[in-house]
């Protein structure tokens, strides 16, 4: 209904906007780049952020960034992904039989690389998504797998992606091995102030309608409330909006924030 309101075309604060739309803050752009160089030359990246901090948006952007015709990325996402699972999760994307055994499964991923390599002339980038969530066995099952052929060259781009507590969890004496295969790192921290209002208005924008919408001092309670999460800034905006558009309110000030920090949100 506030779509109507407003005159939107678009729904602003949802994860369904388009790539080419996402805001884009400096250090997610930063890591933007550092990931295309690690898809590029083949390395092993970690990227690491709080929840709501910019990483699905960062991961979006970077599939997107990357020509179909030189890459083909694999996209994995499981809490309970173990070795064999991990192989053969990557199998089914490149279209390959998977296998029962761990260690056939992984000699046909290494023949599928290689083919995509040597023949396609594609270069694979694997992300692994919440990887805060994998257990030791996993973790070295990858470390392993990059050894491929004396280290003489990576079979595949690696990114693991998760909350920070990943690196803490890669800082152990127990994962120094895997901490040593790691060639960039990468970390998303909470907005600032400016960048917050930067990620409204971008999203205002998006939506096609009317624009200024949120106050100054809004802004700085929607700041204040989500301490510049992505996530955490969609919900308060959204609700806002839904409740100015009841209101018949067509500028959300830091009183209709209030109320909806209060009434509608944890």
Not at 92 to 118: I, N, P, T, V, W
Request: glycine share 4%; charged share 25%.
């Amino acid at each position: 209904m506030y779509k109507a309101f407003f005159s939107m075309k678009h729904t602003p604060f949802t994860n369904s906007i388009p790539v080419d739309s996402l805001y884009m803050s400096d250090a997610v752009n930063e890591s933007l780049g550092r990931l295309c160089y690690a898809a590029e030359n083949q390395l092993f990246a970690v990227v690491t952020a709080e929840v709501g901090c910019g990483k699905t948006t960062l991961i979006r952007r970077l599939s997107k960034s990357l020509d179909p015709e030189e890459y083909l990325v694999l996209y994995l996402s499981d809490s309970q992904l173990t070795p064999r699972w991990f192989y053969n999760g990557l199998l089914q994307q490149l279209g390959a039989e998977g296998k029962f055994y761990r260690g056939d499964a992984k000699l046909s991923l290494h023949r599928q690389l290689e083919y995509m390599r040597e023949v396609k002339h594609k270069k694979v980038l694997t992300i692994v998504d919440e990887a805060h969530l994998l257990k030791r066995e996993t973790l070295e099952e990858i470390r392993f797998m990059l050894n491929y052929q004396m280290d003489s060259q990576n079979p595949m781009a690696l990114i693991l992606a998760g909350q920070n507590e990943l690196w803490d969890k890669l800082n152990l004496q127990v994962y120094a091995a895997v901490r040593q295969r790691i060639d960039l790192k990468c970390n998303l921290p909470f907005l600032d102030r400016s960048q917050t209002e930067g990620y409204i208005k971008a999203h205002l924008v998006y939506a096609d309608g009317q624009q200024d919408i949120f106050t100054d001092k809004a802004i700085d309670e929607i700041y204040k409330y989500s301490s510049g999460a992505f996530r955490a800034v969609n919900k308060v905006c959204m609700h806002s909006l839904l409740s100015a558009a009841q209101r018949n309110k067509k500028l959300i000030d830091e009183h209709l924030i209030h109320l909806v920090i209060e009434s509608e949100l944890p």
